[in-house]
């Protein structure tokens, strides 16, 4: 039996890059995205805000499948995007204002970081910590990182980092959503999407370099 040394903060750094997809993933998440609520914002026509957005999502997915890497990154925008407009599509044809439709262009994204917050605040709360299962994925055990009282702590304030985001979303934009403040809702729609996001990666990687907390894979 042999062991190799590592540590948590390597696991988790390597982890949080794959999730990522590194600058390129990064670009492809959020331009599609972005260039959907801006035409929206800017147009209030859902049906060009959709044929821009896809237009550019589609011409990053042919130059992924061209390259024969991973069109993951694309498809979750895609997917964004089209779960919105959905929302929108409905709100229209059950006789919405136009105020309404705008409105339920931004309802998912509000659905979603509620619920993702909740879930990872109730990971921590309960012990176990959502980022602790990253460390798991890699040592093959799922749950023996638990056993580390100092890999629980490390893990529960990088998961706090990680939920962080989510909660700063949500309430910043549950009030101008309730208010019907459309223009400030898609501007913070853009300006607490990826760059938040980078923040809380950004200082996910200050914590990761002070600490050097071991763990070993036995095979």
């Known amino acids: 039996?042999?062991?190799?040394?590592?540590?948590v903060e390597q696991v988790v750094r390597a982890q949080l890059a794959r999730a990522l997809g590194g600058r390129r993933g990064i670009v492809e998440s959020a331009v599609p995205t972005a260039l959907f609520t801006v035409c929206f914002l800017v147009s209030d026509d859902i049906r060009l805000s959709l044929i821009a957005s896809i237009a550019v999502t589609a011409a990053l997915l042919v130059v992924r499948v061209l390259q024969r890497s991973t069109t993951?990154?694309?498809?979750?925008?895609l997917v964004g995007i089209g779960i919105g407009a959905a929302f929108a599509y409905r709100a229209s044809k059950s006789g919405g204002s136009e105020e309404d439709v705008a409105r339920a262009v931004f309802t998912p994204g509000l659905i979603y970081n509620s619920g993702y917050a909740v879930v990872i605040i109730l990971t921590i709360l309960v012990?176990?910590?959502?980022?602790?299962?990253?460390v798991g994925s890699v040592t093959g055990d799922a749950t023996a990182w638990h056993a580390d009282k100092a890999m629980v702590r490390l893990c529960s304030h990088l998961t706090w980092i990680l939920a962080l985001p989510c909660v700063i979303r949500v309430a910043v934009q549950l009030p101008l959503w309730l208010d019907h403040q459309i223009g400030l809702l898609g501007v913070s729609k853009i300006v607490l999407g990826w760059p938040l996001q980078l923040a809380a990666f950004a200082l996910m990687a200050w914590l990761l370099s002070r600490n050097r907390t071991p763990i070993t894979l036995d095979d």
Do not use: C, D, R, Y
């Not at 039996?1 to 540590?7: P, Y």
């Open 1 to 7: 039996m042999t062991s190799t040394e590592a540590t």
């Open 127 to 134: 012990g176990w910590p959502i980022v602790g299962f990253m």
């Open 72 to 77: 993951q990154f694309v498809l979750n925008a």
